[in-house]
């Protein structure tokens, strides 16, 4: 079945540690995106990527990092530099094919909470 | 000023009722909008695209009014498992961004 993978489903981070959250994808999907939810919010952009090697950043980048090396996977580093990374983070991925409509599928996503 | 801004919740409401979320977005560049449910601690998932002529899918109603900048969602006749958070997107033309409200929890009661 195609889809989107992330793990691990929770991650429990010491303050001052960085920690690295999984997405994988096998929908040959061009574009991939973080996103971070917290309670009773939205969903806010973190950083995407329309192709590998490329990528962008979104609205709340600051104390994150990640990386586009294989079109499938979009791991993202959050760093001792998040004041307050406790969050559900969200990967997403959409083919790039120009469809205005096209959807946009979510992974399960990965609650963090820092200790 | 939210770019995505929907009514606040939650919404109570018992079975067999009609109820109507309203979303209001502020970026003149946006080009697709979506309706996305989202399950408690699960991810969204798309519920259904809105189209400007207005678009039903059995008991749930999409309207686009694009000179207001207004979306809404009709669900009629709604089910216990129609409880959820309900998330109005928009996606703009430039790198395909979507852009989300902060959702409208629903719960519908026996």
């Known amino acids: 079945d195609g889809g989107i993978t992330q793990s691990p489903k929770y991650l429990f981070r010491k303050e001052g540690q960085n920690v690295t959250l999984s997405c994988e994808q096998n929908?040959?999907?061009?574009?991939m995106y973080w996103y971070r939810q917290d309670p009773g919010q939205g969903l806010r952009l973190i950083y995407y990527?329309?192709?590998?090697?490329?990528?962008q950043k979104g609205d709340i980048a600051e104390g994150y990092s990640v990386s586009r090396e294989k079109k499938e996977s979009f791991p993202l580093t959050v760093t001792s530099a998040q004041k307050n990374p406790t969050a559900f983070y969200l990967c997403?991925?959409?083919?790039?094919?120009?469809?205005?409509?096209?959807?946009?599928?979510f992974g399960p996503g990965t609650r963090l909470t820092v200790l | 000023r939210k770019e995505v801004e929907q009514d606040p919740g939650p919404f109570n409401v018992p079975e067999g009722a009609t109820v109507a979320f309203n979303c209001t977005y502020s970026?003149?560049?946006?080009?697709?909008f979506f309706w996305y449910r989202q399950d408690c601690r699960k991810e969204p998932k798309l519920l259904m695209s809105?189209?400007?002529s207005g678009n039903e899918d059995g008991r749930f109603t999409a309207q686009l009014n694009r000179a207001s900048q207004y979306i809404s969602l009709l669900i009629r006749d709604s089910k216990l498992s129609d409880s959820a958070t309900y998330l109005c997107?928009?996606?703009?033309?430039?790198?395909?961004?979507?852009?989300f409200g902060q959702g409208t929890e629903l719960s519908v009661k026996p």
């Open positions: 997403a991925s959409i083919s790039r094919g120009g469809n205005p409509i096209s959807e946009q599928f």
């Open positions: 990527s329309q192709i590998v090697n490329d990528f």
């Open positions: 970026n003149s560049a946006s080009q697709s």
């Open positions: 929908l040959n999907h061009d574009a």
């Open positions: 997107v928009v996606r703009l033309n430039q790198g395909g961004k979507l852009i």
């Open positions: 809105v189209y400007s």
